[in-house]
C-alpha cells in the first residue's frame, strides 16, 4: 500500500483471528480503521486501541447502510463469515445465509456509499475440492464438497457479477495458523492438538493421518492484506506456502514440541473434507508483490509455545 495515501478501511470480521491482526496492521500502517463485528465469534479484547467498532450482523442490512453513512471508507475489508467445514454440514441454510447473502449485504451497501475496493476473505482450502493438479493454481475448476466451501464460492461468483467501478480482490486463504488462533472454535488443527494434548487426552484424527494440508502463518495472511489493499489491485490471488503437509506429520511435531508421545486416535475419514490441498502462489508473488516468509518449523513452535503459555496462566490463576 502507498505509505503516503492514508484511507478509511471498513473491516467487517476485525474481532476475529485473522481478522483483528489485518486491522493492527492496518493502523499501524496509519489508516483509520473501522470494524464491525457481531461478535459470535470475535473477541473484543484482540482488538487494538485505536479502532472504531460498531456491533453489528453482516445480515442486518439497514444497520450496516446506518454504519457505511456515518463512515463513508474508502476500502472494505470482508473477513465476516461462518467458517467450520463440519458446521457447515449441520447447518447448510445458516451458512449460506451468513457468507453468500451477508456478503451480497456489504457489496450493496459498499456500492452505495461509493466504496473505492472491497477485500474478500475467501478459501482456498476449501473451494476447489478434490483438485486435479497440486499445487492448484486459481484457474484452476472449484468444486466444493462441503456446503461452506459453496458458500464462499458462491459469494466470489456474486462479486464478479456486480456493475460499477468497485476494484475487487479475493484472496484465497490455505489452512491458516498462528498465535491468536482459538481451539474451542473448533477451527485451526494445530491449535486443536495443542489444546488437547495440554488437557492430557487424545487428539482426533478422521482419516489416515496422509491427508494434505497448505499451512500459511497468519503474519503472512496480514501482509497479502496490505498488499491487496494497494491502489489497482485486482483479481484472485491463492494465499499459502505451496507446500503441503501431512496432519500427521504436523500431529508428530506439535507433540514433540510438548514433549508428549500420545499417541492420536485414527477415526474414519470425512466425506466433506478434501484429502489434499496445496495452493499454487505464482500469481500472489508476481501481481501482489507477495511471498510467505515465515517458515513453517518456526511459526509451529512459536504459535505452540504460546499456547502453551496461555494454558498454564489461565490455570495458575484459578
Known sequence: MDSHRIEKILLTG????????VARAYLQAGHEVIVVD???????????????????????????????????????NHHAAL????????????????NLQGTVN????????????LIYASSGGAIYGEAEVLPIPENASANPISPYGESKLAAE?????????????????GNVYGPGQDALQNNGVIAIFSHTLLHGKQPLIFGDGSQTR???????????????????????YNIGTGKGRSLLDVYLKIARNLKVATLPLFLPHNNFEVEHNVLDV???RERLGWKPCIPFHMGLWETVQIIVSNHYQKYASV
Open 214 to 236: 497448505d499451512f500459511v502463518h497468519v503474519r503472512d495472511v496480514v501482509d497479502a492484506n496490505l498488499a491487496a489493499s494497494k491502489p489497482g489491485v485486482e483479481g484472485i
Open 38 to 76: 457481531d461478535f459470535s465469534q470475535g473477541k473484543r479484547e484482540r482488538l487494538p486501541a485505536g479502532v472504531r467498532v460498531y456491533k453489528a450482523n453482516i445480515c442486518d442490512q439497514d444497520r450496516l447502510d446506518d454504519i457505511f453513512s456515518r463512515e463513508y471508507p474508502s476500502i472494505v
Open 14 to 21: 476485525g474481532a476475529g483471528f485473522i481478522g483483528s491482526q
Open 106 to 117: 456489504v457489496l450493496e451497501t459498499a456500492s452505495t456509499a461509493g466504496v473505492r475496493k
Open 282 to 284: 505464482q500469481r500472489a
Open 83 to 98: 467458517v467450520s467445514v463440519r458446521e457447515s454440514c449441520e447447518q447448510p441454510e445458516l451458512y449460506w445465509q451468513v
Open 157 to 173: 461468483k456474486m462479486l464478479w457479477r456486480r456493475d460499477g467501478n468497485l476494484e475487487t480482490v479475493v484472496l484465497r486463504y
